[in-house]
């Protein structure tokens, strides 16, 4: 090994302070990835590793990186696109027509993990429907800390589980399974959170009763959709076959572009020319800002997700570098060799992924390093690694939500207008989501292995 144990953690300890301090700064997450991968380098060359075997081991974790790179390039289209044609606006007016007082915190979870559930973004979430419905829970008269931790909640519902979620398909590259049978996987752990949660925004409604609504209010928000922007219900037909692609288990690219190709279809349907398509799906949309709901229905595009594409090759490149000097191992075998049973295992991955959150600000350091930290302790004790994906999506990306200081975290709450500590508790399904995981754990529901590392990893090459 080029490290000792304690050099190793040392390094470690360096790359993360280093990229805590950028945070607080306010530099770049990518930057500060950039220059931990640059100072891993140097402490690799100083112990004696060619340059060339170090570009190589860059190489590697940019070539691992290139899956999701495209799926996340594909969604940040789609996502300008649907801004673009009304089939945000759409699901939006649609959305209204379920508002009911007396479950009102329900439907804002429900509605809000809907939209979640096709965006695939916890922030998108918040910056459309969010802020729509934090509108109306003001005319209702509730508290914005109580409706806002409903909002979060159901927003990190597709951030965690989606078909366009980008953390979803970064956890399938990292761990080397199939984003189609994560996908299918998650889903075991995401039901029963659900309901959960359902049951518990129920009970927190009987202590929040909002206003009547005047259903002038709701109506009124409709006309101002509908005259500003195209509302018809064959926009929806793209979201719906995004959705039946994945349930027919279709690969994720395969149904992004389909579904890409649908919604270019009923844009050009809607009137819009091949030119203004072309911007949006480059540049995002971007309507007057006097029009009502302008900043909800703005964005997307495939520049606006730059930052997200460097912040993940580079996280895969410092990954790969570290894992192939062999730090990551060393820093951590003292931990490792004394988790010897399921339990332990999925409490171990839970607190990994947390603490990565807690230390980085980010979702891409959460999942990357337990990501690969783990997966020979999980073949070690034979639990498959969907396993290990499912863990890291129920733990450090549900529970980023709820992390103060997290771009996850801080993000929605700019955005919403209410300080992350005020809708922590009501955030439901941010903190049940590592609780449901860790009782899965407990109890033994866990999928047993089925490859060799090995075979897996030459699986995901073949990719």
């Known amino acids: ?53 170090i570009g190589v081991a860059v190489g590697k974790g940019l070539y691992r990186s290139r899956h999701v790179v495209l799926i996340l390039a594909l969604i940040s289209i789609l996502i300008g696109l649907w801004k673009q044609n009304g ?9 209204f027509a379920f508002i009911r007082p007396e479950v009102f915190l329900v439907m804002v979870f429900v509605l809000s993990s809907l939209v979640s559930m096709l965006l695939g973004t916890a922030v998108g979430t918040a910056s459309t429907i969010g802020i729509v419905l934090m509108g109306l829970a003001q005319s209702m008269g509730m508290p914005g800390g109580v409706v806002a931790g409903a909002i979060v909640a159901g927003a990190f519902v597709g951030d965690r589980s989606a078909p366009t979620s980008g953390p979803l398909h970064l956890i399938a590259t990292t761990t080397g399974v199939r984003s189609e049978e994560l996908l299918r996987y998650v889903f075991s752990t995401l039901i029963p959170t659900y309901l959960l949660s359902l049951g518990f925004f129920y009970l ?16 009124g928000f409709q006309e101002l959709l509908a005259g500003h922007y195209p509302v018809a219900l064959y926009l929806l037909l793209p979201t719906l076959l995004l959705l039946a692609l994945a349930v027919c288990r279709l690969e994720i690219i395969p149904n992004l572009l389909f579904t890409l ?30 029009l009502p709901f302008a900043a909800v229905l703005s964005g997307g595009g495939l520049l606006s997700f730059r930052a997200i594409l460097l912040v993940v090759m580079a996280a895969m490149s410092l990954t790969s570098l570290l894992e192939d000097t062999g730090v990551i191992h060393q820093a951590m075998a003292s931990v490792l060799d004394h988790i010897h049973t399921v339990p332990q295992l999925i409490l171990a991955t839970s607190l990994f992924s947390i603490l990565g959150v807690a230390v980085a600000f980010t979702q891409t350091v ?63 399904y941010c903190w049940l989501s590592p609780l449901v995981t860790n009782i899965f754990g407990l109890l033994g529901w866990v999928k047993r292995n089925r490859l060799p590392l090995d075979k897996g990893r030459e699986g995901e090459a073949a990719r």
């Open 1 to 53: 090994m080029l490290f000792s144990p304690r050099q190793a953690q040392l390094l470690l300890l360096g790359i993360m302070l280093l990229i805590a301090v950028g945070m607080l700064l306010g530099i770049k997450v990518y930057l500060m990835l950039a220059a931990a991968l640059l100072l891993t380098a140097i402490c690799t060359r100083w112990r004696g590793k060619s340059w060339q075997k």
């Open 87 to 95: 089939t945000l606006a759409t699901l939006i007016y649609y959305g």
């Open 204 to 219: 927190l409604g009987l202590l929040y009763r909002p206003e009547a609504v005047d259903p002038g209010t709701i109506r």
């Open 261 to 290: 190709t649908a919604t270019f279809i009923c844009s050009l349907y809607g009137g819009f020319s091949p030119a203004a398509i072309f911007q949006s799906a480059l540049w995002g949309y971007s309507p007057a800002a006097d």
């Open 366 to 428: 959460a999942i990357v390093v337990p990501g690969t930290v783990l997966q020979s302790t999980y073949q070690r004790l034979e639990v498959d690694r969907l396993v290990l994906g499912r863990t890291i999506a129920d733990t450090g990306v549900a529970a980023s939500g709820i992390v103060p200081w997290s771009s996850a975290a801080m993000s929605p709450a700019l955005v919403l207008g209410v300080p992350v500590l005020e809708f922590v508790p009501y955030a439901a």
